[in-house]
């Protein structure tokens, strides 16, 4: 078996995808990393669930968030190399997302107050996913504001996830989460 350390990383720097290297404090390796972080976070959620739809549908964004990873840390010269259909994120993959919010929202209205997280395992963790997405969200606008170039359909990705998982954590904590009001 391969060892899992390369040590090409004790200099502070990480390898993007199809070559170079950048420092681990660049914005891109914050924005994919976030992203990464929610892919685990995720994976907290799924496992502490018992539907199987929300299981299955946990793991079809966990999949999409691989899909982002890629999309950011591909080196930007190297970007034509990138399978479009499988590694960038599209504005179909934003369409869909807004359609199952749309449904999800009829079938499963909103609370009208501001809720404080926490009913249960699984809408706690997807809480977290979606603040973890969100800050994601903010280290992709960083990335842009310093020149480089971002997908549109991937910052909206990103916005449109966090507002999915919104909602998917409503579902999840029923009628039992409190108002941030007394």
Request: avoid cysteine; charge should be negative.
């Amino acid at each position: 078996m391969p060892k899992i350390y390369t040590k090409k990383g004790d200099d502070g720097t990480t390898g993007l995808l199809y070559g170079g290297r950048v420092s681990k404090a660049d914005p891109a390796t914050e924005a994919y990393g976030t992203t990464d972080e929610a892919v685990a976070v995720l994976g907290l959620a799924r496992a502490l669930s018992e539907d199987a739809a929300l299981k299955g549908e946990i793991l079809g964004l966990q999949r999409e968030l691989f899909v982002v990873g890629a999309d950011l840390a591909a080196n930007p010269r190297e970007r034509a190399k990138l399978e479009p259909e499988v590694s960038l994120v599209t504005v179909g993959m934003v369409e869909r997302l807004e359609a199952r919010i749309d449904e999800l929202v009829a079938e499963h209205p909103l609370p009208k107050e501001f809720i404080v997280p926490g009913a249960n395992p699984v809408s706690a963790s997807l809480d977290v996913a979606r603040s973890v997405i969100r800050r994601a969200e903010r280290h992709v606008v960083e990335l842009r504001d310093s020149g480089a170039e971002v997908s549109e359909a991937l910052l909206r990705y990103l916005n449109r996830l966090s507002d999915l998982l919104f909602v998917l954590a409503r579902i999840a904590a029923g009628e039992t989460e409190p108002t941030s009001r007394r």
